[in-house]
Structures are given as C-alpha cells and as structure tokens.
C-alpha cells in the first residue's frame, strides 16, 4: 500500500526536530514512560460494530497532562495520535488533502468539545483536561519544531466541509465525542464504524507529542506539534492494521 510522498519527508523533519527543541513548549521529563510506546492495535469488532484502537505504553497512560497557562494563546496539548490512511471525505472533511489522524488530547486551559460532558459535572465548558478524541487533518509544517500542524483554513470558506459536530474553529478539526478508556498501560478510543463511512480495514501509526495552540502569531500554525516524543514504527510507514 502505497502512501502520501510527505510521510517520508515528516519522519525526516522529526528526525532534524528531534535535535532542537522549542524553548517555548513544555517539555515532558524524557524518563516519563506515559508516552514512551510499547505497542498499539486495533481491532474491530463486528457485533458492535465499532472499532477500538489503543496505545499501550510503558508507564501509567494519560497520567501525565500539561500545566495550565491561563489562556488559549500559548496553551500547551499533550496527545496520543493515529495518523491513519483513512481519507478525509471518511470523516467528513470533504475532499482535501492532509494525513487523517484521530488525536487523543489533554489541554485544560480551553474546552474544545462544546457537545460533550465528559467529567459528568453538568458543567460543558470545563472539561479540556479530561482525555478526548479528536479527528484532525495533519500536514507538513516547517515552521514548527516538530513538522506538523492541523490544516487551517480561511474562516467562513464556502468550500470547507467539516462535520457538525466541529468545534468551530477554522481548521480541520472534529469533535466526535467517541468513548475514551484511560486504564493501567493503555488508552482506548471506541470508533463506530459508520462514523468513518464504515471503513474497517485501514492502516495507521501511533505518536505521542506536544503541541501548542496559536492565536496571536499569523506565521504561526494555530495548533503546531512543538515536540514528537515517540513514533512506534520509528519510520511514520504506517505499518499497523485494524484486526
């Protein structure tokens, strides 16, 4: 299976970023086994129908979240990501280009699941820390330590498709609000199959990083990956598939 030329050219970005990190981003303690990955999978089940896709790492997954700043401009993300060979029509960002990843994030300065509770407190703004899904358009990004950022566009573009469930923000960006499992060594996101046009044999790759949201620096990506922490198939090849 063949796919997009700018993988490689990613994984080489990583690679040189790897040698500099910006001194803006929050760095996570490099012995901190929460993002080193161990293995990941995916399997579906067909009487549910619905796939579950998880990350195994060496220490507690999820323990660790960012330190609040106070603010939106500047607020650091932690994720766990899957850059995946879904297309973006298979998640309804219409017909664009970009790698298609499902992001699980923690980043409690903001709240970007308008839709969603997810600490149960009747409280629908609160809940940035808690670890959530997010279906994201990635692309290469120079212009950022770790060489990717989510696909903006021009807010109000008659042209951009995006599900309803977006948190309105002009990037490619969806809220699905799927179940996460934060347990022990492993984080799981439950993924419907008819929510990704009923794809089921797909291939993806597992990161963890840090990014940064941006919304006072027009040459600035509005949320840029500042650190790619792990890469488990070491070359971004995407070698993984839904069992």
Known sequence: MKYPNFLLALFTVFVLASCSKDKDTQTI?????????????????SALEQIEM??????L????????????????????????????NDVGFGN???????????HPDFDDTPLWDENNDKNYANDGAVWH?????LVEDTRVSGGLSVKQFQAGD???ELPPTNPGM???????????????HSITVVVPTASINNQKDFHFDAISAQMKVNTSD????????????????????LPYSVN
């Not at 998880?54 to 220490?59: A, K, L, M, P, R």
């Not at 603010?71 to 766990?80: E, M, N, Q, S, T």
């Open 29 to 45: 303690n490099p012995i901190n086994a929460s993002f080193d990955l161990k293995e990941t999978k995916a399997n579906y089940d």
């Open 54 to 59: 998880s990350i195994d790492v060496e220490g």
């Open 61 to 88: 997954a999820g323990a660790s979240i960012p330190s609040p700043i106070g603010g939106l401009d500047g607020a650091p993300v932690f994720g766990y990501v899957f850059p995946t060979s879904l297309s973006s």
């Open 96 to 106: 664009t280009d970009g790698i298609v990843a499902m992001a699980l994030t923690s």
């Open 133 to 137: 899904p997010h279906w994201v358009l």
């Open 158 to 160: 008659p042209n951009v």
């Open 170 to 184: 002009p990037m490619y960006m969806d809220s699905p609000g799927y179940q996460v499992i934060v347990k022990g």
């Open 218 to 237: 027009p040459n600035l990506p509005m949320l840029g990956v500042y650190e790619v922490i792990n890469i488990l198939s070491g070359d971004l090849s």
